[in-house]
């Protein structure tokens, strides 16, 4: 989720000044470019969960064996030492945080930048000022069929609904692409914000909720019908739908510079990112931010908001291209950061994500 101005793809073809020459691009470009300061990793909380999914990523490979570290002054302790390594940003997930709101409270003390990844059935306490990303699989039938959740958009939304820090992740998988429309409807009608993440096979999933290219297209087409629709409550633009739904995954698009995927510590994610067990140990050959997830089908809008928005300079190629690259940050910002107002889109058409430049 970093955002790193620098690729290794070469510098763009019109001059940059060109780029900026529209007031409203100029204006984007002013704004987004403050947060190139984030700097983030990732943290597992605890290594319980009070609901079970089908197809989560934290109950794939070793890090669910993970001892859990309850202890707060530990806690405290690591946030000062990421602070000192230059991390500005967490993101707080695996399990369920919500199982150790004594544990967010120190994070938030220490590092006041960051966003906790919840099922939204407990609630997070308001002394906890992070973005709350609540993740929604469907409505209350699918929910209760694939996440054994009864009722759950009802607590979620009796949880966080008029709270700042509340974005509703819609994930679609091959199964729920028509239930979209009535649970958009009620989040809006609730006053909610949404945005949209595609469903991620962890590595070895061959389930039903895998996407195929049917499933892929059709998913872009609601994504932006909805984005049309209710443009105030979706926090999303017509790039990040062509970006997460292409045939591809992000890997093979944009080249992943978690370390997972990347060996160069030289600069970016690869030389600052770690991915924390509940432990407090990380192992540089599996950390990204979404770990055991298959790389060929990563989709996910975690991944995403540090792949694309790291990818700069082969989006400045020409104008639609760095349009629709700053709607992508600038969705990224609004969705992950307290206190940043999503901007209206300026590209509105799909544009092709840009290949890198040839040397
Ligand atoms: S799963 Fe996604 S974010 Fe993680 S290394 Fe693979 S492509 Fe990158």
């Known amino acids: 989720m970093t955002i790193n101005n620098k690729d290794s793809s070469r510098p763009a073809k019109p001059k940059f000044s060109e780029l900026l020459s529209q007031p409203e691009v100029k204006a984007r470009w002013d704004k987004v470019r403050k947060y190139f300061f984030l700097r983030e990793s990732t943290y597992d909380m605890s290594n319980r969960c009070n609901i079970r999914c089908d197809g989560c990523y934290y109950f794939e490979g070793d890090k669910q064996f993970a001892r859990e570290i309850g202890d707060v002054e530990a806690w405290r302790r690591l946030m000062q030492a990421e602070k000192a390594r230059g991390i500005t940003y967490v993101v707080l997930a695996g399990a369920e945080p919500s199982l150790v709101p004594e544990l967010l409270n120190v994070c938030y003390q220490e590092m006041p930048l960051g966003s906790i990844a919840t099922n939204g059935f407990k609630k997070i306490p308001e002394s906890v000022g ?30 966080y609904k008029n ?69 105030q409550n979706i926090l999303f633009s017509v790039y990040n739908a062509v970006a997460h739904t292409h045939k591809k ?94 901007g209206k889109n300026l590209c509105t058409e799909p544009i092709k994500p840009p290949p890198p430049a040839v040397k």
Request: glycine share 4%; hydrophobic share 35%; proline share 3%.
């Open 163 to 231: 709270d700042p820090r509340a974005v509703f992740v819609y994930t679609f998988t091959r199964e729920n692409i028509d239930e979209v429309n009535d649970v958009a409807e009620e989040l809006v009608a609730q006053g909610c914000k949404i945005t949209f993440n595609v469903f991620s096979s962890p590595v070895g999933y061959t389930g039903h909720l895998r996407h195929d290219d049917e499933s892929l297209q059709q998913t872009k087409q609601m994504m932006i019908a909805l984005l049309n629709k209710y443009p």
């Open 249 to 342: 995954g992000l890997h093979d698009l944009y080249s992943c510079s978690y370390p997972r995927q990347n060996p160069s510590q030289d600069i970016g994610l690869g030389r600052s990112f770690r991915q924390y067990r509940t432990d407090l140990n990380w192992d540089r050959s599996v950390a990204c931010c979404v770990p055991d997830t298959d790389c060929s089908d990563c989709r996910h809008y975690a991944a995403g908001s540090a792949v694309v928005t790291a990818r700069f300079y082969r989006h400045a190629n020409n104008l639609a291209s760095f349009k629709s690259w700053l709607d992508y940050v600038d969705t990224y910002l609004a969705v992950w950061v307290m206190g940043y107002e999503k």
């Open 130 to 159: 992070y973005k709350i990303h609540i993740s929604v699989w469907g409505n209350d039938e699918t929910s209760l069929r694939i996440r054994k959740a009864k009722n759950l958009l009802k607590k979620q939304v009796e949880n």
